[in-house]
T-cell receptor, first 114, second 115 residues
Framework: EDKVVQSPLSLVVHEGDTVTLNCSYE??????LLWYKQEKKAPTFLFMLTSSGIEKKSGRLSSILDKKELFSILNITATQTGDSAIYLC??????????????FGKGTKLSVKP | DTEVTQTPKHLVMGMTNKKSLKCEQH?????MYWYKQKAKKPPELMFV???????INESVPSRFSPECPNSSLLNLHLHALQPEDSALYLC??????????????FGNGTRLTVT
């Protein structure tokens, strides 16, 4: 059975700290791994990773994928209170040869204290 | 704000009502999705449309009926729902095709309460 496991499930830090969120997976027909940030409503897209070892960066956020060890990490440096959210990891698999079945992890709830 | 628009934002319905959720995107995406998200849980896939054809139906009860009238619109028709169907219903869209790597873009969702 396909599964995506995130750790930790929750994390409390202070502003300025650096955090690392983990995502491991076991799936068949891997296409890509995605990170989303969810506050009150829609998950908002952060990164899509398809190749091992290539870091993607966006401001204070970065992510990398290891397809051999089947995991990804999301790093946030110099955290701010606005980073408080649930961070979802999702793995996209091919379904019957066609695109686009996302298997989500349970998420990591990040709380950044002032 | 997202580029995927969902209406209504909130919906309260009785178990005998018939209602519809609507989703619209103008990004030229040819794959559209319905997800259901219960409180404190990740989204769960319900339906996938690819080129306006239903390609994935994750064993969803027949009281949920999807419809894709054209490449920009996706509806979810609701009938005889149960209180446990109360959840956030998320629409998403993405590009499709061999070699494409397009993330899903989510709408803000419809918060559904079944009484």
């Amino acid at each position: 059975e396909d599964k995506v496991v995130q750790s930790p499930l929750s994390l409390v830090v202070h502003e300025g700290d650096t955090v690392t969120l983990n995502c491991s997976y076991e799936v068949t027909n891997f296409r890509s791994l995605l990170w989303y940030k969810q506050e009150k409503k829609a998950p908002t897209f952060l990164f899509m990773l398809t190749s091992s070892g290539i870091e993607k960066k966006s401001g204070r956020l970065s992510s990398i994928l290891d397809k051999k060890e089947l995991f990804s990490i999301l790093n946030i440096t110099a955290t701010q209170t606005g980073d408080s959210a649930i961070y979802l990891c999702a793995v996209e698999t091919s379904y019957g040869g066609s695109q686009g079945n996302l298997i989500f992890g349970k998420g990591t709830k990040l709380s950044v204290k002032p | 704000d997202t580029e995927v628009t969902q209406t209504p934002k909130h919906l309260v319905m009785g178990m005998t009502n018939k209602k519809s959720l609507k989703c619209e995107q103008h990004m030229g995406h040819r794959a559209m999705y319905w997800y259901k998200q219960k409180a404190k849980k990740p989204p769960e896939l319900m339906f996938v449309y690819s080129y306006e054809k239903l390609s994935i139906n994750e064993s969803v009860p027949s009281r949920f009926s999807p419809e894709c009238p054209n490449s920009s619109l996706l509806n979810l028709h609701l009938h005889a729902l149960q209180p446990e169907d109360s959840a956030l219903y998320l629409c998403a869209s993405s590009q499709v095709g061999a070699g494409d790597n397009s993330p899903l873009h989510f709408g803000n969702g419809t918060r559904l309460t079944v009484t």
